[in-house]
């Protein structure tokens, strides 16, 4: 069943009023789908709700617009405070550039410090105290001879030279006994 012409007039109506497809439903009558199913049947009916919706938008925001006029210009004694906060929240739903262009002027670094609900353990770790020895032992070298080739020039052999090489080992003492 399709809507007859002055369902079709009460809907824009309330669209217009409200710039809303619920309010335009309400008005004539009749269920928001109906209204949607029209809407997609008829080109004609689209462009005239999609136009009567930009209508009612546009009468939010005038009507918006008045009620923030009226607490700035004429404060009564008691502000309803939700009434214009709804004011403002229309205007800046509806009207473009209302609260003007943002602009980011600087840029802050910091630190962030998190503190968290659960204390950590303070966990010192304890190294052992090394004790270096002053003087190595003659246990603690290792020696050993390196024999080494001299020959002259020509490749002939002349003599042998003993070198001794001396290597200390390096450790900590774990236990010390008296």
């Known amino acids: 069943m399709r809507l007859n012409h002055d369902q079709k007039e009460q809907c824009l109506a309330g ?8 309010a335009g439903a309400l008005a004539a ?13 008829s080109a004609v009916f ?33 502000t309803d405070r939700n009434q214009l906060t709804a004011a403002i929240a229309l205007a800046n739903a509806f009207i473009p550039g209302f609260r003007g262009a943002t602009t980011v002027q600087g840029k802050i670094d910091h630190d962030v410090r998190v503190i968290t609900a659960v204390p950590r353990p303070n966990y010192q770790i304890i190294e052992p105290e090394k004790k270096l020895l002053d003087k190595p032992s003659n ?5 050993s001879k390196k024999k080494v080739k001299i ?8 003599g042998t030279k003993v070198e001794t090489v001396e290597e200390a080992i390096e450790g900590e003492v774990i236990n010390e006994s008296s």
């Open 15 to 22: 669209m217009r009023l409200l710039g809303t497809k619920k």
């Open 46 to 78: 689209k462009k005239r709700a999609n136009e009567a919706l930009t209508s009612g938008k546009s009468n939010l925001a005038d009507n918006a617009l008045e009620v923030i006029s009226t607490y700035a210009l004429n404060p009564p004694p008691k």
């Open 29 to 41: 009558n009749i269920p928001i789908e109906k209204l949607n199913e029209e809407i997609k049947k």
């Open 139 to 143: 246990s603690m070298l290792k020696s």
């Open 151 to 158: 020959v002259d020039e020509q490749g002939n052999y002349i």
